[in-house]
């Protein structure tokens, strides 16, 4: 990233001259994405770190000290943003394989109890009226708003989260006995 600002340039900069900045701004962003996407192998994840350090840049602009290397300062801020997104992604990305794990991790005793479970849960929603069977299905195996099972069923948004609350009501009291069998 060599220099292509001259001084006053960035003193007008450090003072907030809006112009200054769309100078830096033309002068590094190609390099700095550039820079960034080196390092962390995605040109759209480089080109939003590009955008975020030039934001901060214009935010802290006051903290600019314009007699030393701007260079050095913008590529030492893209070389920090690039490690911390690459730790940030390593950190995600180690979450997300461990808690696979733990989902593939289960027991034939567990697989047996979830299993149980759906069959209670099914059996006591087949046992509901027929509204409230059909709400609770709109809902958690469609997917539907309540706003919207009620204009699918010409009924108040009101009665969808009565009927929605006495369905789930039925079910958390029917787990609960299951799950005190077990103690």
Same mark, same amino acid.
């Given at each position: 990233m060599s220099n292509n600002i001259d001084i006053k340039t960035l003193e007008a900069f450090q003072d907030?001259?809006?112009?200054?900045?769309?100078?830096?701004?033309?002068?590094?962003?190609?390099?700095?994405?550039?820079?960034?996407?080196?390092?962390?192998?995605?040109?759209?994840?480089?080109?939003?770190?590009?955008?975020?350090?030039?934001?901060?840049?214009?935010?802290?602009?006051?903290?600019?000290?314009?007699?030393?290397?701007?260079?050095?300062?913008?590529?030492?801020?893209?070389?920090?943003?690039?490690?911390?997104?690459?730790k940030h992604k390593y950190v995600h990305d180690t979450y997300l394989n461990s808690s696979q794990e733990i989902e593939y991790s289960s027991t034939s005793e567990e697989d047996l109890i979830a299993?149980?479970?759906?069959?209670?849960?099914?059996?006591?929603?087949?046992? @509901?009226?027929?509204?409230?069977? @059909?709400?609770?299905?709109?809902?958690?195996q469609e997917g539907l708003s309540n706003a919207e099972i009620a204009i699918q069923l010409n009924t108040t948004k009101r009665n969808v989260e009565s009927q929605l609350s006495l369905a789930l009501k039925e079910i958390r009291k029917a787990i609960s006995c299951f799950l005190l069998s077990f103690l």
């Open positions: 907030g001259n809006h112009k200054a900045f769309e100078t830096v701004f033309i002068a590094y962003y190609n390099k700095t994405k550039a820079f960034i996407d080196g390092y962390i192998k995605s040109e759209s994840d480089a080109e939003e770190l590009t955008e975020d350090l030039f934001v901060n840049l214009w935010i802290n602009h006051d903290s600019i000290d314009a007699s030393k290397s701007f260079s050095s300062y913008l590529h030492t801020i893209a070389r920090n943003s690039a490690i911390n997104f690459l299993k149980e479970l759906g069959l209670l849960i099914d059996d006591i929603v087949g046992k @509901m009226s027929e509204q409230r069977k @059909m709400i609770y299905t709109l809902s958690r």
